[in-house]
């Protein structure tokens, strides 16, 4: 079955620090991957999304790239704010009929001034 | 569009009670989703439906849970009875057909304690 595997956190910056948090799947074919959001409180928010091997998603400075070879969609970020703090959770989507999203656990990101 | 809306935010109950949580998806969207937050076990996805359909449904813990989507623009998941170890947050998503590429609508989400 489909899997998500992202690292545990959490991970702690200082502002403008790089961030990198690791996200590694298990599919079967070619699925669409995503990087949601959730900051306190609230419900989950797409932050971006790749849908084929090598496409770069991108938005609000932060970066991923679907790598097929190494079956990754690793989510960087050149320089984090206070912000930014939040959970982040990794996602697929297989391209089955009835395809649903399978997460993974989730990196809570904390970043201080 | 309003997005996603859950009822009540919050929901605090006794153990033994009926619990209902409320979901109206985004107009259009014709795939909805149940999923239950947990610190221990992360997000688990409890069932969903395609044009109020449930399509899976293999998710819902035990008998205690049931869903209904009446119609296209509202939605409900039950518990009965409720016990502390139901307590979580409930997220309600929906989902255009052809929307794979899209990702879900999350709503914010109810955060049930039971006592």
């Known amino acids: 079955g489909n899997s998500v595997t992202q690292m545990e956190g959490p991970v702690t910056l200082s502002e403008e620090a790089f961030l990198t948090i690791n996200c590694t799947y298990t599919?079967?074919?070619?699925?669409?991957l995503f990087w949601y959001v959730q900051y306190p409180g609230e419900g989950l928010q797409l932050l971006l999304k790749?849908?084929?091997?090598?496409d770069k998603g991108s938005n609000k400075g932060f970066e991923a790239t679907y790598r097929k070879e190494t079956t990754s969609f690793h989510l960087e970020k050149g320089s984090v704010q206070v912000s930014d703090s939040a959970v982040y959770f990794c996602?697929?989507?297989?391209?089955?009929?009835?395809?649903?999203?399978?997460f993974g656990k989730g990196t809570m990101l904390l970043v201080s001034p | 569009d309003a997005g996603v809306i859950q009822s009540p935010r919050h929901e605090v109950t006794e153990m033994g009670q009926e619990v209902t949580l409320r979901c109206k998806p985004i107009?259009?969207?014709?795939?909805l989703f149940w999923y239950r937050q947990t610190m221990m076990r992360g997000l688990e996805l409890l069932i969903y439906f395609n044009n109020n359909v449930p399509i899976d449904d293999s998710g819902m813990p035990e008998d205690r849970f049931s869903a209904k989507m009446p119609n296209a623009s509202f939605s409900t998941l039950k518990i009965q009875p409720s016990e502390p170890r139901d307590s979580a947050v409930y997220f309600c998503?929906?989902?255009?057909?052809?929307?794979?590429?899209?990702?879900?609508?999350f709503g914010s989400g109810t955060r049930l304690t039971v006592v």
């Open positions: 790749a849908t084929k091997a090598d």
């Open positions: 996602a697929l989507s297989d391209r089955s009929g009835y395809s649903t999203l399978t």
């Open positions: 998503a929906s989902r255009s057909g052809g929307g794979l590429s899209y990702g879900y609508t």
């Open positions: 107009s259009g969207h014709d795939y």
């Open positions: 599919a079967t074919g070619y699925p669409s």
